[in-house]
């Protein structure tokens, strides 16, 4: 490969999602330079994806062993009970040696710089930064990175870029969901389910399907029909900028985000490591293109970058991927071509696995062997998360991830994540 990729992308940042301690080790094992988590307040995710106290100290621990950076979400927009609150968490972010912390509500940033000055504070994509003059007010009240909105173009990110303090770092979304209302800021979830996305508890009602009601004749339900009898008229298309990551970077962005603290280890690895390569020029864009294709993703689009969003209208809401997750590598089984897996979806003996590496690509192996812990033989491997000898004559690394081909993908109608 030629070099020209690694000088684009020599001063850019790979920040992966964590939303499990499984998927902070599964992206920095596939080439983060970063990973993003929640803590235990104003995270603005599922209660599920939130670290503790004692949990997120060691995530810090573990990542700064790694030479890494690790950054906390504290930016749902805030009550002012919890306002009261921050300073006391900013004081703890700061103790416990976070990188960094993501905000997006004013009174919160202000309150974390006072209770902690010297705790870097990036301002979240919620924010809906889409000017030079909002990036350089928050720079101002001391905030050392801003995450723009998704609503911007690449030519608005670089005349931002050209009329901003230079130390202001600039983070964009390269990859995931896109929410299908202004930079998230959505209200459906609250007004059809009490439960708001901007607090963190969004139901995705953006992904329902709908009818349509005329006023007068209640009792009459039409159909909305797009595709294939379904519907899912609000939902948006994924994010995928692998096609021109090197014109993100050229605009000025220094650190590109994957979106997906709620979604698997697996989906984690594959993205990473195909924008890990990407950086790397590594791989082809061809292949790198395939891999995206491996994780459940809807339908995928290039966002607002280059202006209007562009993509067909045959949204169906729903979840495609041409390969399933297996399972995730532990170690070797102190024995010749014998490794230690953690299983995550059924799997027999003559089954071809493909490996997922950041040592390799382009490998598979046909199964030949499946052991239980008692050393016992078996023929199919189908308890969840069940740990398992498998003999496997190329070489495999602890967090490497095996999946299998899904025959025919058409045919899934996957809500996995």
């Keep these: 490969m030629i070099n020209s990729a690694q000088n684009i992308f020599e001063n850019c940042e790979l920040l992966s999602p964590a939303g499990s301690f499984e998927s902070l080790k599964t992206a920095l094992h596939f080439g983060a330079d970063a990973v993003y988590l929640g803590g235990p307040f104003m995270q603005l995710r599922a209660q599920s994806t939130g670290f503790s106290e004692n949990d ?35 004081g703890f972010l700061y103790e416990a040696a976070a990188d960094g912390v993501i905000v997006s509500d004013l009174g919160a940033l202000a309150e974390i710089k006072s209770a902690a000055p010297d705790l870097p504070v990036h301002v979240s994509t919620q924010a809906n930064i889409q000017n030079y003059r909002t990036a350089e007010i928050y720079y101002n009240m001391g905030a050392e990175r801003v995450v723009l909105a998704r609503e911007m173009t690449l030519d608005e990110i670089r ?19 896109m ?14 389910t009490g439960k708001s996305g901007n607090r963190g508890d969004c139901t995705q009602p953006c992904r329902w399907m709908y009818s349509i009601v005329e006023e007068k004749r209640p009792g009459q339900r039409f159909t909305v029909i797009e595709e294939n009898g379904s519907s899912a008229i609000l939902s948006s298309h994924d994010l995928c900028c692998i096609d021109f990551l090197d014109d993100i970077a050229k605009a000025g962005v220094s650190s590109f985000k994957i979106e997906g603290r709620m979604k698997s280890p697996y989906y984690v690895a594959t993205v990473t490591n195909a924008y890990r390569r990407r950086m790397d020029d590594s ?6 293109k395939n891999e995206l294709e491996c994780a459940s993703h809807r339908p995928y689009s290039s966002g607002f970058y280059f202006g209007k969003l562009k993509y067909d209208h045959s949204n169906d809401g729903l979840y495609r991927q041409s390969c399933r997750f297996i399972g995730i590598v532990l170690g070797d089984d102190n024995t010749e071509n ?23 690509s382009g490998k598979s192996f046909k199964v030949e062997s499946i052991r239980d812990k008692d050393g016992s033989d078996r023929e199919t491997a189908h308890l969840p998360q069940e740990i398992l000898s498998v003999y496997c004559r190329e070489k495999l690394y602890a967090g490497d991830i095996l999946r299998m081909r899904i025959v025919n993908p058409a045919a899934q109608s996957a809500h996995s994540i």
Excluded: Q, W
């Design 159 to 177: 005349e931002l870029r050209a009329r901003t303090p230079s130390k202001l770092e600039i983070e964009t979304f390269v990859h995931g969901a």
């Design 338 to 360: 014998r490794y230690l897996v953690e299983m995550r979806n059924r799997f027999s003996v003559g089954d071809t696995l493909e490996i997922l590496s950041p040592f390799s």
């Design 56 to 90: 997120l100290i060691k995530a810090v621990e573990y990542v700064h062993s790694k030479g890494k950076k690790i950054y906390v979400t504290v930016n749902s927009f805030a009550l002012n009970e919890e306002i009261d609150k921050l300073g006391d968490y900013a």
């Design 179 to 192: 929410c299908m209302s202004y930079s998230g800021r959505c209200l459906i979830s609250s007004y059809l």
């Design 283 to 288: 791989a082809s864009l061809d292949t790198l």
